[in-house]
C-alpha cells in the first residue's frame, strides 16, 4: 500500500517474562513473536517499516532486516517511542500505521482493514478495537452519546464504569502523520506511571475536532499481546489451532489436533493424514496422500511428494523424498535426497554430520535400505540397489545400481539384472 510507512513498537524488556531475553524475540512455533508481526505488516502490503527498538537493540536488528531501526534511548512509554521513529521521517505527511510489537496473532487481513477504513474515511485516527469477556489488563474505548470514539482510557486510570467496558484498544492505529505528532507535541506525562501514552492522542485529537474512527477486529483473540510465559503458551496453542484448522478446511486430515504440532507456512497436499503426537516444524512442504507419524518429527527443509509413509519415531531434516517412498520405523535421515519408490528399513541413519560439515546421501529411485544400516555421508546409493540389514556404508563408497552390499564394512556381495527387482 502506498503512502503508508509502519511503526512497530518494540523497545520493552517484558520484565514479567523474567527473561534476559527481549519478549519480543521469544519464539511461539520457530518464529519470533515480532516475526509473526513484521510478516503480517508486510502482507498487509506495507514495505517501509520503522522498528522502535529499546532493550536487546543489538539482537533485535539482527531479527528485522529491512527495516530501520531506531533506539528509544528512556523507555518512556508508546507515546515517546512513537516520537522516537519521527526522527527518521522528516517532513513525511502521509499515514502512519502504529503496531505493537508483541503481538502475533494479529491478521494481516486485519491491518488491511484498518487501513482501508482510515483511508476511505479521511479520519485523523483509526483505531483497531476488540470485544473481550475479560477486558481486564487492556485500555478501554470510550464513546460518546452518538457511539463515536472519543478516548481510549488506560486501565491504570480507568474509573468503576469505565473497567466495565468490554471493547479494548489492541495497540494498532492508522494516523495521519501531521495530526499525530501535533497531538503528541500536547500529551503530558502521565502521573502515575511517568510514561506518554500514545492512547491520549486520540482524547487530543478529539478535542480538536477531529474524525476518530475505528474498526472491530473480527478474531478477538488477535488482541492479545505476550507480556508473560503464560500469555506465550496461550499464544502458542491459539496459533496451533489456526494453522491446523487451516490445513483441514484444505483437505488435510489431522486425527489429534491436541497431540499435534504443525508450524505455520507448513504446506501439505489434500488427502494427507497425520497422526497423532507427530511435530511439523517450518519450511516443510508434503504432497497429497501422505501418511505422517504417529511420532514423527519433520525438521525445516523437508519436502515430500505424494504418497510418501513416514511412520513412528521418525526423524527428517532437509531431506527431499520421492513419490511413494516408505520410510516406515526408528530412522533418521537428514541432508538426503531420496528417490520414488525406496523402501527405508526400520532404524537406518544417514550419518550426515562429520563433526565439522553436513555432507549429503543420495539413494536413487527403487533402492531398499535394510533394518539398521547406517550410511556415512557423503554416499550415493544407485538405482534398485539393496544396502542389506544392519551394513554400514563407508562414505564415499558409493552403492552400483542394483548392486547388492552387505557387512560393515558394507561390500558388494553380488549385481543383480535388472528383472530380478521386477520378479520380486
Given amino acids: 500500500m502506498k503512502n503508508i510507512i509502519a511503526i512497530i513498537l518494540a523497545a520493552g524488556r517484558g520484565t514479567r517474562m523474567k527473561s534476559e531475553t527481549p519478549k519480543i524475540l521469544h519464539k511461539i512455533l520457530g518464529k519470533t ?3 509473526y508481526v513484521l510478516d ?5 502490503g506495507v514495505s517501509e517499516i520503522i522498528v522502535v527498538a529499546g532493550y536487546g537493540s543489538e539482537l533485535l536488528k539482527l531479527e528485522v532486516r529491512g527495516a530501520k531501526v531506531v533506539i528509544q534511548k528512556s523507555l518512556l512509554g508508546s507515546g515517546d517511542a512513537v516520537a522516537t521513529a519521527k526522527k527518521v521521517l522528516k517532513n513525511y505527511s502521509g499515514d502512519i500505521l502504529v503496531v505493537c510489537g508483541d503481538t502475533p496473532l494479529i491478521r494481516p487481513e486485519t491491518i488491511k482493514k484498518l487501513m482501508e477504513k482510515h483511508s476511505s474515511s479521511g479520519a485523523s485516527a483509526t483505531i483497531l478495537t476488540a470485544e473481550l469477556k475479560d477486558p481486564s489488563g487492556y485500555g ?3 464513546r460518546n452519546a452518538d457511539g463515536k470514539v472519543s478516548g481510549i482510557v488506560e486501565e ?4 468503576l464504569y469505565e473497567e466495565v467496558i468490554n471493547e479494548i484498544n489492541v495497540g494498532t492505529y492508522c494516523f495521519k502523520a501531521g495530526d499525530l505528532f501535533e497531538a503528541l507535541s500536547l500529551v503530558k506525562i ?8 500514545l492512547t491520549d492522542t486520540i482524547a487530543v485529537l478529539r478535542g480538536k475536532g477531529k474524525a476518530i474512527e475505528s474498526v472491530l477486529a473480527e478474531d478477538p483473540d488477535e488482541a492479545i499481546g505476550v507480556n508473560t510465559r503464560i500469555d506465550l503458551a496461550l499464544s502458542t496453542t491459539l496459533l496451533k489451532k489456526r494453522t491446523m484448522y487451516e490445513l483441514m478446511l484444505g483437505g488435510v486430515t489431522i486425527e489429534d489436533p491436541a497431540s499435534t504440532i504443525i508450524h505455520p507456512g507448513v504446506k501439505i497436499g489434500k488427502d494427507t493424514t497425520i497422526y497423532s503426537n507427530t511435530v511439523i516444524e517450518s519450511g516443510v512442504e508434503i504432497g497429497s496422500k501422505c501418511r505422517i507419524g504417529p511420532f514423527s518429527r519433520i525438521r525445516p527443509g523437508v519436502v515430500l511428494d505424494d504418497g510418501v509413509e513416514v511412520g513412528n519415531f521418525v526423524e ?6 520421492g513419490a511413494g517412498t516408505k520410510v516406515k520405523h526408528h530412522t533418521y535421515l537428514g541432508d538426503s535426497v531420496v528417490g520414488k519408490k525406496v523402501n ?4 537406518t541413519i544417514t550419518a550426515n554430520y562429520d563433526g565439522k560439515s553436513k555432507n549429503k546421501t543420495i539413494i536413487e529411485d527403487g533402492a531398499f535400505i535394510g533394518v539398521g544400516a547406517v550410511l556415512i555421508a557423503p554416499v550415493h546409493i544407485g538405482a534398485g540397489a539393496l544396502v542389506g540389514a544392519g551394513s554400514v ?25 535388472i528383472t530380478d527387482r521386477r520378479k520380486k
Fill in 316 to 321: 527428517l531434516v532437509r531431506t527431499k523424498i
Fill in 156 to 159: 491504570i486510570n480507568a474509573s
Fill in 190 to 197: 502521565d502521573g502515575k506511571k511517568r510514561e506518554v501514552f
Fill in 140 to 142: 478501554r474505548i470510550a
Fill in 344 to 347: 527405508i528399513g526400520a532404524g
Fill in 40 to 44: 503480517s505488516v508486510k502482507e498487509a
Fill in 393 to 417: 556404508v563407508p562414505k564415499n563408497h558409493d552403492v552400483p545400481k542394483l548392486a547388492t552390499v552387505v557387512g560393515v564394512p558394507a561390500r558388494i556381495y553380488k549385481s543383480r539384472k
Fill in 33 to 35: 513473536i515480532i516475526g
